[in-house]
């Protein structure tokens, strides 16, 4: 199995639009911030409007390529907007069919490699909600610890969640990193 991040490109916009975007009631879309009630952009919008502008040529943002087919994403923003002193990543694996197979603790590792190149940053963080167990389990074996656990302010399916928040310093990546393999971005 041979798992990249890269930039999307335009000729990218319309694969990346079908494996991400197509499906409406996809089962990502339960894990991955539902409370949010995001929309799903249409598919002309994305590849030729706004929506796509996020997506392309962007070091924030990056498809998960799987053996040569687009399956995911990653992507980094700043919790603290303009200040840009606190980083956050996410990962989403689209096709349900992709997921439990190592596809996202390799992804998201090599994710937290390159924000940590990218950036001159102590700490990188991810946040998730009690709803997402498999998010969860993801964060813990790749060795990201646990900071917060902010009870019952999420809010989705007539109940309450936790926000959940994970992250790991610098040095304490690389130490983690020191007895394995360099992975190759």
């Known amino acids: 199995m041979k798992i990249s991040l890269k930039k999307i490109k335009k000729i990218d916009l319309e694969d990346f639009w079908n494996v991400a975007y197509k499906d409406k009631n996809a089962a990502w879309t339960k894990f991955n911030g539902p409370y949010f009630k995001d929309k799903l952009p249409e598919k002309e919008g994305f590849i030729h409007g706004e929506a796509s502008k996020k997506h392309l040529n962007n070091n ?68 998730t909600w009690s709803g997402n167990q498999s998010m969860m389990h993801l964060a813990k074996k790749i060795g990201l610890n646990k900071e917060a656990e902010i009870p019952k302010v999420r809010y989705w399916e007539n109940k309450y969640w936790d926000s959940i928040k994970y992250g790991i310093l610098r040095n304490d990546w690389n130490n983690l990193k020191g007895g394995e393999e360099n992975i190759i971005l």
């Open 60 to 127: 924030m943002y990056k498809a998960i390529w799987c053996d040569g087919e687009i399956v995911g994403s990653v992507s980094a923003y700043y919790e603290d907007g303009n200040l840009k002193r606190w980083l956050d990543v996410g990962i989403c694996i689209y096709d349900d069919s992709n997921w439990h197979k190592g596809i996202g603790k390799i992804a998201l590792k090599k994710w937290i490699d390159e924000m940590f190149a990218l950036v001159d940053l102590p700490h990188i963080g991810l946040t």
